[in-house]
């Protein structure tokens, strides 16, 4: 059964209905699924604790939803295409029925290393069908799964293996992206030096790299599953238990885990799916993210794999070997839903039409486009010359932290207008706040977005820190969920997302805490300080600009940029590499010592004129130098 949405007035009738009556409605979606135990109650919900519980003492587990819900129905229907890195390596293509098989095998290797309910495990793999079934895998047996995106440095990785307590790792030998062949298992076998809790490490074999394998520890993925049977049963999960833990940056010191539990996020996952993209049996599915992320966690792996959708699952990058590649694998296999990132289309747009003429790109219905901003430019592009004017961008606003889409055009059905996500999906109840935390009604407003009422997918909780996640998200404006982001409701009630309001910057789609870069940048020995925001750069959304008190020794400016980019490299990964490092002499302190960021964005986006009072800076002579100084 499939709570699809249709019209418009489909739309409004069900909105009204999930915030009338939210308990009833959102029973009417879980019902639609296979739980072992029915629910004694939808909600209890205290957003001071934060205490949340959907679906209570439901008993289930996900991936009889996915696996056995579909086996007899779908069976033979592609669940997962894979389109390797390489156009002419053959991809593999695997059938609602395959996909049971190999999970339930490989959930049986994952018993047979004594991996038990409520055991943590990281998955650190490339994208192959194997960190699906990983995922999988993992929720079959009731472990919880932490997957780190594989371009993460073994400092980031032992990090998140540390503060989950891992006890098993899944990864490669090497990657494969674009013309790079990237050695992962060396990564891994540096991060398992500063960590205690990894009893073992199963390696799947992707690169053919020449790796370590240490005895006792380490055991290659293909032999693990040597004559293992593929019967398996589902452990029993509680609606509230946890399903997985996925690190994301914030505006304070390290990543923190976000967690999401089985019940709730399996009920919003495909119903946000379904409805978002207004997927339709048979249809073939694209999101290009990695499962690294929430987006890939969401929609290639869990919502689509509900609703019983083939999913495409692309392992390189989208201008390897050209920046046609995305174009000539949606004509390959005929994709009909297409979803992806600005800086991805920035990236591609900047190539020009020529990569696209190849391709008629006549199977597509639908294009999505989620992470940041999309700016009215890329917007028209993407609209002009991938969706041919004939479909529609369903620009989807979400978290890691909402564990679904909930702000976004349903494709199809709600009018959209360029870089506006539109409208709340049902159930999603949004509230716009002054900065006195007073709720902004009517249209035509502009303030913090805020949700007030409870959504199944929400995050529960930060792993092992309650606290912060009370103090990040509910503790900013009473009885409310503060997103970090600015938001405007024009004249017609539609959202139009604006940004972070806090310190963190978003890099090609890519959450990052300013606080985090500086604490890298800070490992180098010479630097005494730096300071670290974000400034409007034409592909990634917002670039990476630090400003660094450094001795410079007898090194020459260059070397120690160099030296510092290494650092950040070496301490997160290359993904926060800052785009542009000014050496200062001092950083605008107020005269309580608080860096005044305000004026150094102000610097970064050059817009100098306009700096705002200095005049309680400590030193005010430090702003001329650092306008001189600017890097362009
Ligand atoms: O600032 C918003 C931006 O990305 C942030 C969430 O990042 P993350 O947890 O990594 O999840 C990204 C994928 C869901 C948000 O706080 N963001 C995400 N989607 C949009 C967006 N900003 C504007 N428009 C969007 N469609």
Request: aromatic letters at 10%; glycine letters at 8%.
């Amino acid at each position: 059964m499939s709570d699809r949405i249709h019209t418009l007035s489909g739309y409004f009738h069900e909105y009204q209905k999930s915030i009338a009556q939210p308990e009833e409605f959102w029973a009417r979606v879980a019902d639609s699924f296979h739980w072992k135990k029915r629910w004694d109650k939808v909600l209890e919900w205290d957003f001071d604790g934060p205490d949340v519980k959907w679906f209570q003492n439901a008993k289930l587990n996900i991936t009889e939803n996915i696996l056995e819900r579909h086996l007899y129905t779908l069976g033979d229907r592609p669940a997962i295409i894979w389109e390797p890195n390489e156009p002419d390596e053959e991809g593999r293509t695997l059938t609602y029925k395959e996909l049971y098989l190999e999970v339930c095998r490989f959930a049986n290797v994952l018993l047979g290393k004594g991996v038990k309910k409520g055991d943590k495990v990281i998955i650190y793999m490339p994208m192959v069908p194997e960190a699906a079934i990983a995922m999988l895998a993992c929720a079959r047996v009731g472990a919880v799964h932490s997957v780190v995106f594989a371009g993460f440095s073994s400092t980031s990785l032992s990090d998140r293996i540390n503060d989950c307590e891992a006890k098993m790792v899944l990864t490669s030998d090497g990657n494969f992206r674009g013309s790079k062949s990237i050695p992962v298992k060396a990564v891994v076998d540096e991060a398992l030096e500063k960590t205690s809790t990894v009893e073992s490490v199963i390696v799947y074999q992707r690169t053919k790299t020449e790796v370590d394998m240490k005895s006792g520890r380490d055991y290659w993925w293909h032999e693990s599953l040597e004559g293992v049977s593929a019967e398996n049963e589902a452990a029993e999960m509680d609606s509230e238990d946890l399903l997985f833990i996925l690190y994301t940056s914030g505006s304070t010191g390290k990543p923190k885990g976000v967690v999401h539990t089985c019940g709730g996020y399996m009920v919003y996952s495909k119903y946000s799916f379904e409805n978002v993209f207004q997927y339709s049996p048979g249809d073939v599915y694209w999101c290009t993210a990695d499962i690294g992320w929430i987006t890939g966690h969401s929609y290639i792996v869990y919502g689509p794999l509900l609703a019983g959708a083939t999913s495409i699952m692309f392992e390189g990058v989208p201008t390897y070997p050209d920046a046609g590649r995305f174009w000539s694998i949606v004509d390959k296999y005929k994709v009909n839903q297409f979803y992806t990132a600005p800086t991805a289309i920035r990236a591609l747009q900047a190539k020009g039409t020529d990569p696209i003429k190849p391709y008629s790109l006549k199977s597509l219905k639908v294009l999505g486009s989620v992470g940041e901003p999309i700016n009215e430019e890329a917007w028209h592009w993407y609209h002009t010359h991938i969706g041919k004017t004939r479909c529609p961008i369903v620009d989807t606003w979400w978290q890691t932290e909402t564990g679904g889409i909930m702000v976004s055009p349903l494709a199809g059905i709600t009018p959209t207008k360029p870089a506006y996500a539109t409208l709340p999906l049902p159930g999603v109840q949004l509230a716009i706040m002054d900065p006195e935390g007073n709720e902004l009604t009517g249209n035509s407003v502009e303030g913090n977005l805020c949700i007030k009422f409870p959504w199944p997918g929400m995050i529960r909780t930060t792993y092992g820190d309650h606290e912060r996640c009370k103090q990040t998200y509910f503790a900013t404006y009473k009885n409310h969920y503060f997103t970090g982001d600015g938001v405007k409701r024009d004249h017609d009630g539609y959202y139009r997302i604006l940004g972070r309001v806090d310190d963190v910057i978003n890099v090609s789609g890519h959450r990052m805490g300013t606080a985090e870069v500086e604490n890298a940048i800070n490992e180098h020995p010479l630097v005494v300080e730096s300071a670290v925001v974000g400034y409007p750069h034409q592909v990634k959304g917002q670039g990476i600009y630090a400003y660094v008190i450094c001795d410079m020794k007898n090194r020459t400016k260059e070397n120690l940029v160099g030296e510092i980019k290494d650092t950040v490299t070496k301490i997160i990964g290359p993904i926060a590499k800052p785009d542009k490092i000014q050496i200062v002499s001092g950083l605008p302190k107020t005269r309580s010592g608080k860096i005044m960021r305000r004026i150094l964005r102000k610097v970064a986006e050059g817009n100098m004129d306009n700096l705002g009072d200095t005049s309680t800076l400590l030193d005010p002579e430090v702003v001329e130098q650092i306008i001189e100084g600017r890097v362009e």
